[in-house]
């Protein structure tokens, strides 16, 4: 596989990003927050941040990376990123994290809708059309699909990227983000985000 389709399939993971809507009981994939408890040949337990245990299985199709910190400084005019935001008491919203995708992801996922890393949460997949630096952190404009969005981007909040990884780098106590899906009782992972040397994924 040449560097520029692992690329491509590392930063497939935008479907992250992608409205997850419910539409059968095991039909929808789910976002899964937690640390790695144990792995076990082809499975890995989760214990979640709800606080339950959960195996998810790996297969040839699981597709695995690391994240990666950046500076603020990062998130430039033309970037293409997802970022989890929560409202503002003056209607606004305030980045909780912030993902830089590389040229080869730009438009995945685009756009703006409800997201679960805190209650009342969003993600935003969009291109920055400006940027506006001050002592507290950055004003982010946003555009996608013809609309446009305004996040406020404090200097504290972490801002990542991804890069390779893969099954043998899952080890007990790193922190990870999966996307799975559910068949039957048994969960299979899609995508796993795993936390390197300190950084956790933050979405």
Do not use: C
């Not at 981007?153 to 991804?162: C, E, N, R, S, W």
């Amino acid at each position: 596989m040449s560097s520029r389709s692992r690329l491509l399939s590392l930063f497939a993971v935008a479907a992250l990003a992608l409205p997850m809507l419910v539409q059968a009981q095991n039909a929808a994939p789910a976002r899964i927050r937690g640390t790695v408890a144990a792995i076990s040949g082809n499975s890995v337990d989760i214990l979640t941040r709800e606080g339950k245990k959960l195996t998810l299985q790996l297969n040839d199709a699981t597709r695995y990376s690391f994240v990666k910190a950046l500076d603020l400084a990062s998130i430039k005019q033309g970037s293409f990123i997802g970022t989890a935001g929560k409202p503002t008491a003056n209607g606004g919203i305030e980045a909780l994290e912030v993902v830089v995708f590389p040229e080869e992801a730009r438009g995945s996922g685009e756009g703006h809708y409800d997201w679960d890393l805190l209650p009342g949460s969003s993600m935003t997949n969009a291109t920055v059309s400006a940027v506006v630096s001050g002592n507290a952190g950055r004003d982010l404009e946003l555009t996608y699909q013809g609309k446009s969005i305004k996040i406020q981007v404090p200097k504290d909040v972490p801002v990542v990227t991804f890069v390779p990884a893969t099954a043998q780098d899952l080890k007990p106590g790193l922190a990870v983000f999966a996307v799975a899906s559910r068949s039957g009782e048994e969960w299979k992972a899609g995508r796993l985000l795993i936390e390197k040397d300190g950084v956790k994924p933050p979405m």
